[in-house]
């Protein structure tokens, strides 16, 4: 099956910088849409960043500072994260929407997870 691994995530202090990336490795014949969830203690998993159709959406809350990228031929993305501050500390997961053979359907994979903590 298909796995994402997510990675660079840490501790950064505000006014920072951080680079995250996800990997998706196995059976894949197409992917439709490659982003970012993240969820803080007491709050809801929320949508931070997608790729979808060449097209890019953001949450209001980081417009103007993330980015999303993505390298069709690798199968990853890349959120680079710029002028971070403690509301953006949350585990950050990387979610891809998959097709595996064509004509099939599209099944959604996560991945574990990774920490992102902005000191002040």
């Known amino acids: 099956q298909v796995q994402l691994v997510e990675s660079g995530g840490g501790l950064v202090q505000a006014g920072g910088s951080a680079r995250l990336s996800c990997a998706a490795s196995?059976?894949?014949?197409?992917?439709?849409?490659m982003g970012w969830y993240r969820q803080a203690p007491g709050k809801q998993r929320e949508l931070v960043a997608i790729s979808s159709g060449g097209s890019t959406n953001y949450a209001d809350s980081v417009k103007g500072r993330f980015t999303i990228s993505r390298d069709y031929a690798k199968n990853t993305v890349v959120l680079q994260m710029n002028a971070l501050n403690p509301g953006d500390t949350a585990m950050y997961y990387c979610n891809a929407e998959i097709k595996f053979r064509p004509g099939g359907p599209a099944s959604y994979t996560w991945g574990q997870g990774t920490q992102v903590t902005v000191s002040s």
């Open positions: 196995g059976r894949i014949f197409s992917i439709n849409a």
